[in-house]
């Protein structure tokens, strides 16, 4: 996949993509992986600012939160690339909230995503995985859900020839080297360092490229 200056990128999910944006501001970006990614394809950019780049991620959204605004918060601004990060909060209410989301409800609402964003705009599709980065002893427990979860979404990104971003493998693999804290405080949310490793594996996957984050 090649990124152009003149592509408009929607990014979509939870409070990870969210990543504390002002809502009142539609050119917004929150201080996590899309800032990110917006930063540096900004400084490769060959004449201009570079490509459009769209915040849409909402705190505490689930994959059906996000069927209920795909309309007005993704067809509605012509994407030519779509970026989805949804999973983790599927998961994590079933665990504090009792709030259950049947993988096979899951991954048929965000078929109907990904399917819908194909048909209406004929956009490229990036997916970037669900990941957990245990930090308490309960937390161990979550994989039960959400490792199937995290099938299904592979399974959906491969079906409509998704770019797959596997945040899944990238941030436990760099938690080897160094407290799993240190990248989630609290085992969802990304710390500095994990939003710039999601920002490093998006580009790489999408082909764009970035130097490695700072170890």
């Not at 490509?51 to 030519?80: F, K, Q």
Request: with cysteine; glycine share 8%.
């Amino acid at each position: 996949m090649q990124i152009n200056d003149d592509d408009t990128l929607l990014f979509i999910g939870d409070s990870i993509t969210d990543a504390g944006r002002d809502r009142a501001d539609s050119t917004s970006l929150g201080h996590g992986y899309v800032h990110e990614i917006a930063r540096t394809l900004r400084e490769r950019a060959h004449d201009g600012p570079g490509p459009r780049v769209v915040n849409r991620g909402i705190g505490g959204n689930r994959v059906y939160d996000l069927e209920s605004r795909w309309a007005a918060d993704v067809i509605g601004h012509r994407p030519t690339v779509v970026t989805v990060k949804i999973g983790i909060n599927d998961t994590w209410r079933l665990y504090d909230s009792g709030l259950v989301s049947p993988v096979h409800e899951f991954e048929a609402c965000l078929d109907r995503l990904l399917a819908d964003t194909v048909r209406q705009l004929s956009a490229r599709l990036v997916v970037i995985t669900p990941f957990l980065l245990p930090v308490t002893p309960d937390q161990e427990g979550w994989f039960e859900d959400l490792s199937p979860r995290t099938d299904a979404v592979l399974r959906t990104a491969t079906h409509h020839g998704a770019q797959i971003v596997r945040a899944d493998l990238v941030l436990p693999r760099a938690a080897q080297d160094r407290p799993a804290a240190e990248l989630a405080p609290d085992g969802v949310h990304p710390s500095p360092l994990g939003h710039r490793l999601i920002a490093d594996a998006w580009l790489a996957a999408v082909g764009a490229g970035a130097p490695a984050a700072q170890r």
